[in-house]
């Protein structure tokens, strides 16, 4: 169990508390890792080959296939970097795989594993991203979500974490649930993030058929304290490994076919399962997290969004932590830094307001 534990260096904030507080939160964190034993039990997903659910998109020779069939490794050297997309589309789905980041200095790599069909829809995309963003050496992961809904992209959704672990160290199940009314990422099986869907969120809503993408590429100028780190080739390759993937919704094609007649009893299923829900105990982990290793949210930036957007829901102890720049107020230094950049190959122009 050790080994989950959060290195100091990982904490980004760390309250004085008094002596009880530490150690319920050593029983809360004790509890929390015997369930995150059971990841693949809890979910009760059913692991697909790679070759079955997904193929080669970009980078020749830089994506691996493992001996067993059960993944891959895609690789960023000084000539490109590389990428898979599922074989098919889906209107709605659980899309989760098992991943394990580059170590070492990974500043200005970017591993994002996410749905778009950005390729299919140029000016009304929708898109559910896991970006996780390199470092310099000694310096943690990042990552972050994003929500994009009918090409949306003037109107960020971001957050932004660290994690509990090392993210190099072995692989974890990293997950995105998009049904018809509600989003739900996944780190193991605790859920970090969920979107419920309200009406006045009208298009920004995720609606028509996504591909699952994972992809790793060259974001020097944007993924590492705003550009000021970028890829050094000298630490090449990254290599990142994605495994026992998880494809499980209503294959769509969205050019021939009207997805959400011929989904619906799919949709039902989808809702049913258990990562559809948020069981109460899950909630109080996914509140832990946030309150820990959440440190950028659009939700608490006022400065950006004066008005929260409508399915914001503001948890005082979350928003406690932010200035109304939406900064963390103890800790970080984080620039702020507003620019457009196209992730390979889909063309997703996306605003990143808080690049750090
Ligand atoms: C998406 O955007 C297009 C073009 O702006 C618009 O015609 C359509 O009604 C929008 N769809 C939704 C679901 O809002």
Request: hydrophobic share 35%.
């Amino acid at each position: 169990m050790d080994r989950h534990h959060p290195p100091r260096r990982f904490s980004l904030y760390t309250p004085p508390s008094p002596l009880a507080l530490s150690l319920l939160s050593i029983a809360v964190f004790f509890l929390f890792f015997c369930f995150a034993a059971t990841s693949d039990a809890a979910f009760d997903v059913s692991p697909i080959s790679f070759d079955e659910g997904c193929r080669h998109l970009f980078g020749d020779g830089n994506l691996v296939r493992s001996p067993a069939g059960d993944g891959v490794r895609i690789l960023l050297d000084r000539f490109t970097g590389a990428g898979f997309i599922s074989s098919d589309m889906y209107q709605h789905g659980f899309f989760s795989a098992m991943i394990k980041l580059p170590s070492d200095y990974t500043a200005g790599v970017v591993v994002a594993f996410y749905t778009s069909n950005g390729d299919v829809f140029e000016k009304t995309h929708d898109e559910l991203d896991i970006e996780f963003l390199g470092n310099i050496r000694g310096k943690p992961w990042r990552f972050q979500t994003n929500v994009y809904g009918n090409g949306s992209t003037s109107r960020g959704r971001e957050e932004r974490y660290t994690l509990w672990f090392d993210p190099t160290e072995e692989h974890h199940r990293y997950s995105i649930l998009w049904t018809s009314n509600k989003i739900i990422f996944y780190v193991d099986e605790v859920p970090i993030r969920e979107i419920v869907r309200s009406e006045a969120m009208g298009g920004d809503f995720p609606s028509k058929p996504m591909s699952l993408y994972a992809t790793i590429w060259d974001a020097s100028d944007w993924a590492t304290s705003g550009g000021r780190y970028k890829v050094n080739y000298k630490y090449a390759p990254f290599v990142s490994e994605f495994k026992d993937l998880v494809l499980e919704g209503c294959s769509a094609d969205p050019i021939r076919e009207s997805p959400a007649e011929g989904c619906r009893e799919k949709d039902t299923q989808l809702e049913a399962r258990g990562f559809a829900t948020v069981t109460p105990a899950q909630r109080r982990t996914m509140r832990w997290f946030r309150e820990r290793y959440m440190y950028y949210s659009y939700c608490y930036d006022t400065l950006r969004y004066p008005v929260p957007p409508p399915e914001c829901v503001i948890i005082p102890s979350e928003k406690a932590r932010f200035k109304d720049t939406g900064r963390l107020k103890f800790g970080g230094s984080h620039k702020r830094r507003s620019r457009r950049r196209e992730r390979i190959p889909v063309k997703s122009a996306s605003d990143n307001q808080a690049s750090m």
